[in-house]
């Protein structure tokens, strides 16, 4: 729990990186020598609220240090009792934060590096958010870290502003989840020093015991209406199972399969490329918002940011570590649900693939990968048996019609097999062929007619013509 007393506003000089260990008190002013450039100087008006979810209104005016320290205590109140709280999905002692210090060094990260930055990554491991920020900040090389890699930090660095970013989130229903909280999902530490600084979320579910029981499916933008038809398919399935259906809230696959879980009445989480207040694809903004109200909406990226190709490239990499495994529904050889598949793979994720037409080139990235080690899909049912609890949810046999003659004795299947597929025959002739003696083939060829499977004409035995299960009837 980050440091408050009896729930009193945090006292103002705490900020993340202050010489002190804080950030300018009350009356003193903020600057890059102590602290984040901005700290203390959230945009907007207003004051915590007593209801719950992340809950400040912006900052207090003019007044940096409550400005602060109202935002401070409404996060803390929002993270422990509020939106999770709320829904009665943390027990008590169980809604722990990371501190304020930590947050905002975090928060300022997700400005000064990209997404799934290695050396940024490794640089807090080994020293903590706050000194890699502030390494950041001054113009230090971290370990591995070019010139220009350096420079470039520095630069990001000089205009970061961790409150303004809070606030922003907030004005759009979200909120910021970093490592150290009670909602963080274990599994993404799987990234190792690739896992994000944080996650921007809007949603009030919580992302951990969402994540805990989800399954990722992706596929082409620009998908058949056999890949759309699948996706919805897989997507209400799974959500009627009680199973959180990700994707990425794109065009084609994506979409329809967030589509098909809402309308399963579902729940499904979107892990977006740009902030989580930027619609994109602007024509799924709709959707996009039907999401954020209904389930999750996640993202690596500050508010206000755009995506690029690269950051769809890496966004992938959250997709495969957040859920269990991950369907591919149409994909060819350079698609980037290929990159998520195979980053599952490498995380030990399942993969699966739904095949398609050999024919079509937007199942050939599919069909490469069930050429390896991914697993064949064709609906909801049999991706569930991958991905839940072993021999507790087995898919259902699949298995063509019992036919009448599948239920007969095997003696009297061979009587039926001997005789001819045209024409008729004498019994002797018929128990010959069957290898049995013709007393007993006599029984047997009786109890097929009274069955129906044949008839008997002057003496001889003769096959009953069905459309079913027989040879065709002759014309006459």
């Not at 499904?268 to 918002?289: F, H, K, M, Q, W």
């Not at 599919?366 to 909801?380: F, I, N, W, Y």
């Not at 299947?413 to 018929?430: Q, S, T």
Request: aromatic residues 4%; proline residues 7%; glycine residues 16%.
């Amino acid at each position: 729990m980050a440091e408050t007393a009896e729930g009193r506003a945090p006292r103002a000089g705490s900020g993340p990186l202050g010489v002190n260990g804080g950030a300018p008190g009350a009356g003193e002013r903020s600057g890059a020598a102590d602290g984040v450039p901005g700290a203390g100087k959230p945009p907007g008006e207003g004051v915590p609220s007593e209801r719950g979810g992340p809950s400040w209104q912006g900052a207090t005016g003019g007044d940096t240090a409550g400005g602060e320290a109202a935002l401070r205590l409404a996060y803390e109140r929002g993270l422990t009792g509020g939106v999770l709280g709320d829904l009665g999905v943390l027990g008590p002692g169980s809604g722990s934060i990371a501190g304020w210090d930590e947050r905002l060094a975090r928060v300022a990260l997700t400005r000064v590096a990209d997404p799934g930055d290695a050396v940024m990554g490794r640089a807090v491991r080994e020293r903590g958010a706050r000194e890699a920020l502030r390494a950041a900040r001054d113009g230090h090389a971290l370990p591995g870290a070019t010139p220009r890699r350096t420079e470039n930090y520095a630069i990001k660095a000089a205009r970061m502003d961790p409150l303004a970013d809070l606030a922003a989130a907030h004005r759009a229903g979200g909120r910021f989840v970093c490592p150290g909280d009670g909602d963080w999902p274990g599994q993404l530490d799987d990234l190792g020093d690739e896992r994000p600084y944080g996650l921007w979320v809007r949603g009030r579910p919580s992302l951990r015991l969402w994540a805990l029981r989800s399954v990722a499916v992706v596929g082409a933008r620009a998908c058949t209406d056999y890949g759309a038809h699948m996706a919805a398919r897989l997507g209400a399935g799974l959500a009627a199972a009680g199973w959180v259906v990700v994707s990425g809230a794109a065009y084609g696959v994506d979409g329809a399969v967030h589509r098909g879980a809402l309308a399963a009445g579902g729940a499904t989480i979107g892990v977006v490329a740009s902030g989580v207040d930027v619609p994109y694809p602007r024509g799924n903004a709709e959707l996009i918002g039907h999401i954020a109200e209904r389930g999750l909406l996640i993202g690596e990226l500050p508010p206000g940011d755009h995506p690029t190709r690269i950051r769809f490239v890496l966004r992938n990499r959250v997709i495969a570590a957040l859920t269990r495994g991950t369907v591919v529904v149409e994909a060819r050889y350079r698609s980037g649900s290929l990159i998520t598949a195979r980053r599952a793979a490498r995380l030990g994720r399942v993969t699966m693939g739904v095949p398609g037409p050999c024919t079509s080139g937007l199942s050939e990235g599919v069909h490469e990968l069930l050429r390896g080690d991914a697993v064949v899909v064709t609906d909801a049912a049999e991706v569930i048996e991958m991905v839940g609890s072993i021999g507790a949810d087995l898919a259902p046999d699949r298995r063509g019609p019992v036919l009448p003659r599948d239920l007969l004795h095997p003696a009297t299947a061979r009587v039926l097999d001997a005789l001819p597929g045209r024409g008729d025959a004498a019994d002797e002739d018929i128990a010959h062929a069957a290898g049995a003696t013709r007393a007993d083939t006599l029984g047997r060829l009786h109890e097929l007619q009274a069955l129906g499977f044949v008839e008997r004409d002057s003496g001889r035995w003769k096959l009953v013509r069905t459309a079913r299960d027989g040879p065709p009837p002759r014309v006459r």
